[in-house]
């Protein structure tokens, strides 16, 4: 059973940048695919990026890409989001997650094994 905890959310402006981090522990983290998903109000949960178990795939969704970065450090067991050029349409609770599959391209919400409890995002404009 793995435990993730997020955190570094918060509240900046448009424009501006955050680190979101997410600690994980109970498994063998290099083992393990992880993603970001995001949750606006009203809105379905949506995938943000994802990284697989050493590092050397990273996929993005197109409304991030060029702005957001996912990295992992398999020492320290926790993955990173580092989000640039912050728009108020990033508002949400954003989520990581991990999966035992070795491919981790085009992994929908359901095929991630285990989640964090989330951490707000909120951009102003």
């Known amino acids: 059973q793995v435990q993730l905890v997020e955190s570094g959310g918060g509240l900046v402006q448009a424009g501006g940048s955050l680190r979101l981090s997410c600690a994980a522990s109970?498994?063998?983290?290099?083992?393990?695919?992880m993603g970001w998903f995001r949750q606006a109000p009203g809105k379905e949960r949506e995938f943000v990026a994802a990284?697989?178990?050493?590092?050397?795939?990273?996929y993005y969704a197109d409304s991030v890409k060029g702005r957001f970065t996912i990295s992992r450090d398999n020492v320290k067991n926790t993955v990173y989001l580092q989000m640039n050029s912050l728009k108020p349409e990033d508002t949400a609770v954003y989520y990581c997650?991990?999966?035992?599959?070795?491919?981790?391209?085009?992994?929908?919400?359901?095929?991630?094994?285990?989640w964090g409890q989330g951490t707000q995002v909120t951009v102003s404009s």
């Open positions: 997650a991990a999966t035992k599959r070795i491919s981790i391209a085009s992994l929908t919400a359901t095929e991630y094994d285990y």
């Open positions: 109970g498994g063998t983290f290099r083992y393990y695919g």
């Open positions: 990284i697989s178990w050493c590092g050397g795939s990273t």
